[in-house]
């Protein structure tokens, strides 16, 4: 069997987005000029966008059948023990419920030890919320997506401190990244160059929800072909700006597809 699928592992939902004319000023009320209801969710937006690139993907989540559900359990290392391996070539998380994703990373770690190099799956794995249990899945991953959140919280003000500081607690030759809005992102990988991409603002700033999640997926897009890292991280900042530009994702199928 053929490895060539990407699936990322962790949250969908439903993101109820309302429109106003302007930033709401605190405890004032604002007429809604239009509200929509969307899928959202770290994994599965960075799906959608792997999806629309082109790139032969998966998601892995709990889902229900209805447009809302209450209480959706994360994914379980259990749950994760069902899942044939030899489909994929990289398999992505959304750090959640880190002493799970603990157990299904080292299944992989397993799995890829009776393999030659070429044919191991690439771990990666996004730390978005400052949560300490979530910290244990810095080690175990080959590329680490951490949070503008995360790295604040860890004392840093920008992601070329962020990176120097805790590139100490990835395995080693990992990748680690950080984006970092309107300021680009940046990645440093083990030979100690730090790489940086500016940020692609588009003409009319528009929606911003999802920006991250494409970013992690654009850049494990190009990373999973066997592009250069600097290659990756700019892509990345290119379409996560593109997508700022309007509502929803669709709009990066024509852009990028072919890319």
């Known amino acids: 069997m053929e490895r060539q699928r990407i699936l990322c592992v962790g949250l969908v939902c439903l993101d109820i987005v309302s429109v106003v004319d302007k930033y709401p000023e605190e405890d004032s009320d604002s007429r809604c000029v239009s509200q929509r209801w ?38 379980t290392a259990d749950d994760f023990s069902k899942v044939d391996l030899r489909q994929y070539k990289w398999i992505h998380w959304e750090g959640r419920n880190a002493d799970e994703q603990v157990k299904m990373i080292e299944r992989v770690m397993m799995h890829n030890s009776k393999l030659p190099p070429q044919q191991q799956i690439t771990i990666s794995v996004e730390i ?20 503008k959140d995360v790295a604040r919280h860890f004392g840093f003000h920008s992601a070329e401190a962020a990176l120097r500081g805790l590139y100490s607690r990835v395995k080693p030759g990992a990748v680690l990244l950080c984006a970092w809005a309107e300021k680009g992102a940046e990645a440093l990988g083990p030979d100690g160059m730090l790489i940086h991409s500016d940020a692609f603002p588009p003409e009319a700033l528009v929606d911003t929800l999802g920006a991250g999640d494409t970013f992690n997926a654009a850049v494990i897009y190009k990373l999973s072909r066997g592009e250069h890292l600097k290659d990756a991280v700019t892509f990345g900042c290119r379409v996560a700006g593109r997508k700022c530009g309007f509502h929803g994702y669709e709009g990066l199928r024509a852009q990028f597809s072919n890319e």
Request: hydrophobic share 40%; proline share 9%; aromatic share 6%.
């Open 128 to 147: 978005e919320k400052t949560r300490e249990p979530l910290y244990q899945l810095f080690p175990l991953a080959d590329v680490v997506f951490i949070s």
């Open 38 to 75: 969307q899928r959202g969710g770290n994994a599965s937006n960075s799906c959608t966008v792997l999806s629309l690139l082109g790139a032969p993907c998966s998601f892995m989540g709990s889902l229900s059948a209805g447009p809302v559900a209450e209480n959706l359990p994360d994914v």
